[in-house]
Structures are given as C-alpha cells and as structure tokens.
C-alpha cells in the first residue's frame, strides 16, 4: 500500500447518544391523560410485511378511550395515507 500510496479508511462505529432536543424542557401540553372524549388523538404507522412487500396500516387512536377511530392501510408510507385517516377520523 505504502508503494502505491493507497491509505487506509476507518469508519467509526456508530455509538447512539442523546441528542440536543430530548424533550426535557417542552411543555407538556396534555397535561397527563385526557378529561374528554376526542380530545386527544395518538397516531401511528406499523409496518407490516406481506407476500407482495411492505405494507403500512395507518392508525389514529382517542386516547380517552383507547379505541382506534381510524385506520387506512396503504403501500407506500406517504402524506396522502396520513391525510386519508386523518380524514376517516372527522367524519
């Protein structure tokens, strides 16, 4: 390598850390749980691994209740899924 002048290239290992934003000093809005129904809302995307590839369930959860009330499953994860269950949850 030294005759060739080729040098070597470390790649440091990842070491997860804290990061600048770790939420110690948000407010918090909610304020514990929640006095009222629709008050409330929790989302989530799951992946969910299927013959044909990925697929995304898209869900939208009351956290007074702990019912989902909406959910649309889709094929790619996009705006447009989180848009179209947030829409079946205000119907």
Known sequence: MKQLQLKSVVLKKFKPGHSLSDGINRKNLIQNEPKKINKVWATDITYIPT???????????????????????????????????????ME
């Open 51 to 89: 013959q044909q590839g990925w697929a995304y369930l898209s869900t939208i959860m009351d956290r007074y209740t702990k019912k989902v009330i909406a959910w649309d499953l889709g094929k790619r994860m996009t705006v447009e899924l989180v848009q179209r269950t947030l829409n079946k949850a």
